[in-house]
T-cell receptor
Framework: GDSVTQMEGPVTLSEEAFLTINCTYT??????LFWYVQYPGEGLQLLLK?????DKGSNKGFEATYRKETTSFHLEKGSVQVSDSAVYFC??????????????FGPGTSLSVIP | EPEVTQTPSHQVTQMGQEVILRCVPI?????FYWYRQILGQKVEFLVS????????KSEIFDDQFSVERPDGSNFTLKIRSTKLEDSAMYFC???????????FGPGTRLTVL
């Protein structure tokens, strides 16, 4: 079945460091890909999305490129801040006229940014 | 900016009791969902709802669970007889179109004692 795999956390970085969180997926058809973020004590917020191969989603300095050849959607940010400390979830929705459109989440990667 | 809201933020109940979790989706959205996240685990799909009926449900969503859209704004999840293992964060989500991004509420933390 469809699935999403993320790098294991927790990840601890110093402020202004470069961030990469790896994400790979398994899905039939042409899924849409998402990154959601969950700040401490809060719900899930959509961070960025990409709906087709080679699309780049970006928001708040974060970027991710939909790579169909490697089935990946890695999240990157050039310079992290303490306020980026959160849990990041890679996710997909299967594309096409299938019977369901549930979001399939990866396990989440916890990021802590220290001053 | 419109957002999905959920009440209560935290619900504590005794095993065997019924609970109703409430959600107000974004007003022009047509697709509604419930997910849950057991502490430290993945966010899991429970059920999707469109046009006043369930369009899909997971194996978690057994006969103890039901959903309803009692009026034009609310979307509820009922657990008829709670079990200890129902303790989790429950997220409501809504979407304007299928196969597109879903917007999540802040969640209801359910604790079953």
């Amino acid at each position: 079945g469809d699935s999403v795999t993320q790098m294991e956390g927790p990840v601890t970085l110093s402020e202004e460091a470069f961030l990469t969180i790896n994400c790979t997926y398994t899905a039939t058809g042409y899924p849409s890909l998402f990154w959601y973020v969950q700040y401490p004590g809060e719900g899930l917020q959509l961070l960025l999305k990409a709906t087709k191969a080679d699309d780049k989603g970006s928001n708040k300095g974060f970027e991710a490129t939909y790579r169909k050849e490697t089935t990946s959607f890695h999240l990157e940010k050039g310079s992290v801040q303490v306020s980026d400390s959160a849990v990041y979830f890679c996710a997909l929705i299967r594309g096409g006229k299938t019977s369901y459109d549930k979001v399939i989440f990866g396990p989440g990667t916890s990021l802590s940014v220290i001053p | 900016e419109p957002e999905v809201t959920q009440t209560p933020s935290h619900q504590v109940t005794q095993m065997g009791q019924e609970v109703i979790l409430r959600c107000v989706p974004i007003s022009n959205h047509l697709y509604f969902y419930w997910y849950r996240q057991i502490l430290g685990q993945k966010v899991e799909f429970l059920v999707s709802f469109y046009n006043n009926e369930i369009s899909e449900k997971s194996e978690i969503f057994d006969d103890q669970f039901s959903v309803e859209r009692p009026d034009g704004s609310n979307f509820t999840l009922k657990i008829r007889s709670t079990k200890l293992e129902d303790s989790a964060m429950y997220f409501c989500a809504s979407g304007l179109r299928s196969y597109n991004e879903q917007f999540f509420g802040p969640g209801t933390r359910l604790t079953v004692l």
